[in-house]
């Protein structure tokens, strides 16, 4: 099984942690309050397996998924069966390329972390801006480099986290490295999935790099790209954001 067979196969159960609908909640929430036309359709950008997807097309969105690896889009696709309103395709995020234009994008779970150079980091932004009506809105997630500096022995030290759902069992191992002069973390990963009743484990690494964000580059790099930060939260609960706050959550608006 290839990698990317590997984090297709798991990847609802590694996220399994997550409280999807209480994110879609969220995210509904935003395009209420800040978006400055009716949101009826959503491209999730770096959609995976369509966490976010299948749950906005429940809800009676017509939503269009986009993520680079083939395996994931396959998956999606499967698990959105049946749901007219839900479509998915292979296409990278710098360089979208679509005749339609949305009334939201979403990018979930740290996307634009890995957008480490500025040309990649703007072509990005330009190319979600693209897509987007004006007055559409753009949510995603991503880091705070104060906030990470701060809890920095927190994330430079070895961690081990589990997920479960039924009779599987998959155990994270999680080290970074954090170069506060590139604001970038190093991230060395490894899961080991195990079937409870059969006994196999499946065992796989990575590493990632990842950009971490000051809230003025963020500002400055969404204006260049044709947005207008509207909200900015530390999380999906929409607490306060703060300083000390490792992770952000970012509204802004399509000019």
Known sequence: ????????????????????????????????????????????????????????????????????????????????????????????????????????????????????????????????????REGGVFVFDTWNVLGVLEKRSYYETPSTHFRKSGSMLAVKEEVWRIDALEQVAYADISWSVIDLRSGSVDVRSHSLKLRLFTIRELRHFLSDAGFEVAAMFEDYACRPLAESSSELVVVAVAR
């Open 1 to 132: 099984m290839s990698s990317d067979d590997f984090y297709a196969l798991y990847y609802d159960l590694l996220y399994s942690h997550r409280d999807i609908r209480g994110e879609t909640d969220f995210l509904e929430r935003v395009f209420r309050e800040h978006a400055k036309i009716p949101v009826r359709s959503v491209i999730d950008v770096g959609c995976g397996t369509g966490l976010h997807s299948v749950e906005l097309a429940k809800r009676g969105y017509r939503v269009l998924g986009v993520d680079i690896s083939e395996a994931m889009i396959r998956r999606a696709k499967e698990k959105a069966a049946g749901l007219e309103n839900a479509s998915f395709i292979v296409a990278d995020a710098r360089a979208l390329e679509l005749s339609e234009r949305y009334d939201a994008a979403i990018a979930m779970y740290g996307v634009i972390s890995y957008f480490t150079s500025d040309g990649d980091l703007l072509r990005f932004l330009r190319s979600v801006r693209g897509v987007l």
